[in-house]
């Protein structure tokens, strides 16, 4: 089964930075899947809530407004990876994050069609 998978995840501190990182697990993803990859993310309590997405080109992003200006999503083509560096964390940024492949939608009404496992970003005040 095609599944992206996360790392990087982990215990911070308000302020710090963390950058997670998602690659295709087993064979590589179809050009569909892999046209518009992202990262959602879900805190308890919470529904699943979208954070950032990239074009394969990477010309194109588009960030919720609760982290843009702090979060940066890019990716290695040749590596098949897509990163999320997140600076300037807050404890409300604490939640489960997901890697996306297959990205569809606009703003507002993103969704997708590959999710990863998820890896957990918790940050204390």
């Known amino acids: 089964q095609v599944q992206p998978v996360e790392s990087g995840g982990g215990l911070v501190q308000a302020g710090d930075s963390l950058r997670l990182s998602c690659a295709a697990s087993?064979?590589?993803?179809?050009?569909?899947?892999?046209?518009?990859m992202g990262w959602f993310r879900q805190a308890p309590g919470k529904e699943r809530e979208f954070v950032a997405t990239?074009?394969?080109?990477?010309?194109?992003?588009y960030y919720a407004d609760s982290v843009k200006g702090r979060f940066t999503i890019s990716r290695d083509n040749a590596k098949n990876t897509v990163y999320l560096q997140m600076n300037s964390l807050k404890p409300e940024d604490t939640a489960v994050y997901y890697c996306?492949?297959?990205?569809?939608?606009?703003?507002?009404?993103?969704?997708?069609?590959?999710w990863g496992q998820g890896t957990q970003v918790t940050v204390s005040s």
């Open positions: 996306a492949a297959g990205v569809r939608g606009a703003p507002g009404s993103w969704s997708a069609d590959y």
């Open positions: 087993g064979r590589t993803f179809s050009r569909y899947a892999m046209a518009w």
């Open positions: 990239i074009s394969w080109s990477g010309s194109s992003t």
